[in-house]
Structure formats: structure tokens, C-alpha cells
T-cell receptor, first 114, second 109 residues
């Protein structure tokens, strides 16, 4: 069974440029998460979707970050414009159902903003 | 805020048991203890979870004290591939995982 797929794996951009990350969750998983991981820290939740609905986006910096999951499957996370401090790994995870279910993580996208 | 305390790093010899402690003194009755690990350049990987009873699966064992204020993750025969950061997470019945900084386990030959 394929795991969570993310692309690109690495992205280098200059500050003020836009960037987008893509995630394809495990088939059948209705819950999708985006996490941010700074160097030496654990992942921090940015947004959680149940199907198409963003049910927890309290930690998403909405002035520059946006996310969508239009058909309840794939998701895109966008930053516009990127800042130097956005350099981090962006992780996508998925799970089946709500509640205390296992989350399966993708390999992440490492973003470097110059 | 993460509700757990873990040592920042540990070493273990290959083939020996790795015992990773976690303190969660403020855990409440409906909160589970979860363990994930993150190998370098990969996303976190689920290991095991428990509520009150000890648990065992193909990867590890989880020992939870009777008062549930602490737990230990046991890797019975550590290999070099077990070198990773191990996160202990206390989680309620929502979907939210709050990661701390974890324990960096180094398995040496």
C-alpha cells in the first residue's frame, strides 16, 4: 500500500516568492493534516481537514498561508509571499476517521527561503 | 503545550534493549500515551499507544505505571536502524498530536 506522498521533496526559493506543496494521502483516509517542523523541534500542526472541511486551522498564519482540499483527497499548502523564517520542513499526514487514530506521515518537503 | 518530559538524548548498544522514559504527571483519565519516532529525513512513524494497560506490538512494548504519570518505551533488541528521535505524546480523544522535542536515541555497534 502506498504511503502519504508529498512533492516536491525539496524547494529553494527567494524571499517574497510564492511556493506550494502538494500532498496525496493514503487511499481512504478522510482526515489530512499539515504540520510545520523547524530544525531540532517536533512537528507543529498547521491545519487539519476532515474530508473537504478545515476543522482546525487555528495555528495557520492566514496572512500568508493558505490550504485547500477541494475534493477531499489531495491537498495543497501555499505560502505567499514566503519569508526567511518559513524555512522548515512541511509534513503532511493522514488518518482514517476522527479521534485517536494513527497518523501516517509523508516524508515532508524541505523549504529553504533565501 | 506538550504535556510530556523526555531526556534529550540516550545511547544504546546494538542488540541490547533500549528503554526510553517519559514523564506525563498531568495526564488525565481519558488521555492516551502515544509514541512516534522520526528517522533522519523522514516523517514521524507511529510506534505504539496505550491508555492504562501495558501494550506490545511487533515494534516495541509500552509500560505505563499504575498511576499513569510515567511510561517507558522498550525496544527489546535495538538495531542501528532504530537510531531516531522518539516522541512521547499525551493525546486526548481529539485528533491533535502535540509533539515535544523528543529523545534522540543513538544505537551504536
Amino acid at each position: 500500500e502506498a504511503g502519504v506522498v508529498q512533492s516536491p521533496r525539496y524547494k529553494i526559493i527567494e524571499k517574497k516568492q510564492p511556493v506550494a506543496f502538494w500532498c496525496n494521502p493514503i487511499s481512504g483516509h478522510n482526515t489530512l493534516y499539515w504540520y510545520l517542523q523547524n530544525l531540532g523541534q517536533g512537528p507543529e500542526l498547521l491545519i487539519r481537514y476532515e474530508n473537504e472541511e478545515a476543522v482546525d486551522d487555528s495555528q495557520l498564519p492566514k496572512d500568508r498561508f493558505s490550504a485547500e482540499r477541494l475534493k477531499g483527497v489531495d491537498s495543497t499548502l501555499k505560502i505567499q509571499p514566503a519569508e526567511l523564517g518559513d524555512s522548515a520542513v512541511y509534513l503532511c499526514a493522514s488518518s482514517f476517521g476522527a479521534g485517536p487514530s494513527k497518523q501516517f506521515f509523508g516524508p515532508g518537503t524541505r523549504l529553504t527561503v533565501l | 503545550d506538550a504535556k510530556t518530559t523526555q531526556p534529550p538524548s540516550m545511547d544504546c548498544a546494538e542488540g541490547r534493549a533500549a528503554n526510553l522514559p517519559c514523564n506525563h504527571s498531568t495526564i488525565s483519565g481519558n488521555e492516551y500515551v502515544y509514541w512516534y519516532r522520526q528517522i533522519h529525513s523522514q516523517g514521524p512513524q507511529y510506534i505504539i499507544h496505550g491508555l492504562k494497560n501495558n501494550e506490545t506490538n511487533e515494534m516495541a512494548s509500552l509500560i505505563i505505571t499504575e498511576d499513569r504519570k510515567s511510561s517507558t518505551l522498550i525496544l527489546p533488541h535495538a538495531t542501528l536502524r532504530d537510531t531516531a528521535v522518539y516522541y512521547c505524546i499525551v493525546r486526548d480523544n481529539t485528533d491533535k498530536l502535540i509533539f515535544g522535542t523528543g529523545t534522540r536515541l543513538q544505537v551504536f555497534p
